[in-house]
């Protein structure tokens, strides 16, 4: 028995793994397609990663860009958590976000600081970073940023009252006749004033998201190019805030359904027009820097990675 309960006529292995209550082929649909947002975003950040790590920089992105996209994944979850009623793979999909989120801002600390002052006796060291005293200063509020919002993620996590029902429910030793104390699924208990936070958490969140494309978009004009960008980021990232906001759309019931779900529907599909622009901004800039190209990277004599066009 799962910890939660649906009507009859549910699918079952839904219900069983994953918490929710689907009924009928278009509710099932809506499932698959945001299962598959889900897929996505595990492998959204990957493209950047690893083209971080073979440049060795991470220079091309925004530490604004960074910074306010995991501000806004703390925010979503402690938003899911708080109203309750988002779908236990969106709370864990969360949690997921910023490990990512800390170890992205892990590598743009790490290549554009450490890394660089490990190099900058090297005879194959290209160029020390302008403006070195704003960029650590820079750093500092990002370290500041990430335990900030690791602190807050894990007291959201800990202080769920979802806690105190996993431990009331695993007295019940799965017992049948004991179904009815189970909640229905996806159905807050939260109080009032939780639920009200959780959303304005919502709110909060569709912002961050929102501004972290602006400052990308601010710095790739700063810069007049997108090099060093893993344009697959920006691609995945659009497929999968595409998916999520239609699995939402699908199974939206009600007008207050909507309203309770409108803050991640605007997280989701309003950073996609933004995201696009980037990717417009990669085939105005062009995708590949002829001056790029003969530039060694910090420490390796090697040609910098460029994009294909």
């Given at each position: 028995?799962?910890?939660?309960?649906?009507?009859?006529?549910?699918?079952?292995?839904?219900?069983?793994?994953?918490?929710?209550c689907?009924?009928?082929?278009?509710?099932?649909?809506?499932?698959?397609?945001?299962?598959?947002?889900?897929?996505?975003?595990?492998?959204?950040?990957?493209?950047?990663?690893?083209?971080?790590?073979?440049?060795?920089?991470?220079?091309?992105?925004?530490?604004?860009?960074?910074?306010?996209?995991?501000?806004?994944?703390?925010?979503n979850?402690?938003?899911?958590?708080?109203?309750?009623?988002?779908?236990?793979t969106?709370?864990y999909?969360?949690?997921?976000?910023?490990?990512?989120?800390?170890?992205?801002?892990?590598?743009?600390?790490?290549?554009?600081?450490?890394?660089?002052?490990?190099?900058?006796?090297?005879?194959?060291?290209?160029?020390?970073?302008?403006?070195?005293?704003?960029?650590w200063?820079?750093?500092?509020?990002?370290?500041?940023?990430?335990?900030?919002?690791?602190?807050v993620?894990?007291?959201?996590?800990?202080?769920?009252p979802?806690?105190?029902?996993?431990?009331?429910q695993?007295?019940?030793?799965?017992?049948?006749?004991?179904?009815?104390?189970?909640?229905?699924?996806?159905?807050?208990?939260?109080?009032?004033?939780?639920?009200?936070?959780?959303?304005?958490c919502?709110?909060?969140?569709?912002?961050?998201?929102?501004?972290?494309?602006?400052?990308?978009?601010?710095?790739n004009?700063?810069?007049?190019?997108?090099?060093?960008?893993?344009?697959?980021?920006?691609?995945?990232?659009?497929?999968?805030?595409?998916?999520?906001?239609?699995?939402?759309?699908?199974?939206?019931?009600?007008?207050?359904?909507?309203?309770?779900?409108?803050?991640?529907?605007?997280?989701?599909?309003?950073?996609?027009?933004?995201?696009?622009?980037?990717?417009?901004?990669?085939?105005?800039?062009?995708?590949?820097?002829d001056?790029?190209?003969?530039?060694p990277?910090?420490?390796?004599?090697?040609?910098?990675?460029?994009?294909?066009?």
């Open positions: 028995m799962s910890p939660c309960s649906c009507e009859e006529g549910n699918v079952v292995w839904v219900q069983k793994y994953f918490l929710d689907v009924y009928g082929s278009w509710e099932l649909v809506a499932f698959l397609v945001g299962m598959s947002s889900i897929v996505l975003w595990m492998a959204a950040q990957a493209p950047q990663l690893l083209k971080n790590y073979r440049n060795k920089s991470a220079e091309a992105l925004s530490v604004w860009f960074l910074l306010q996209w995991l501000m806004g994944d703390t925010c979850l402690a938003g899911c958590i708080l109203t309750g009623s988002q779908l236990p969106e709370t999909t969360a949690i997921y976000f910023i490990c990512a989120d800390a170890v992205i801002l892990a590598q743009y600390l790490y290549y554009n600081h450490l890394y660089q002052r490990r190099y900058a006796g090297s005879s194959d060291y290209h160029e020390l970073p302008r403006e070195t005293g704003r960029r200063k820079t750093s500092v509020a990002a370290t500041a940023a990430a335990g900030a919002a690791a602190s993620g894990v007291i959201c996590l800990f202080t769920s979802t806690r105190t029902l996993s431990k009331l695993s007295l019940t030793l799965f017992r049948d006749d004991l179904q009815e104390a189970y909640p229905p699924c996806g159905h807050s208990y939260r109080p009032e004033g939780l639920i009200i936070l959780g959303n304005w919502g709110w909060i969140s569709s912002v961050f998201y929102l501004f972290s494309r602006v400052s990308q978009i601010a710095k004009m700063r810069r007049k190019s997108v090099v060093g960008l893993a344009l697959g980021m920006f691609m995945t990232a659009v497929a999968a805030n595409l998916t999520y906001g239609v699995s939402i759309l699908l199974r939206v019931q009600s007008g207050e359904d909507f309203i309770s779900k409108f803050p991640w529907l605007l997280g989701s599909l309003g950073t996609v027009s933004l995201d696009m622009t980037i990717l417009l901004q990669s085939k105005v800039y062009g995708s590949v820097d001056s790029d190209a003969t530039q990277l910090v420490g390796d004599g090697q040609p910098q990675e460029t994009d294909g066009p």
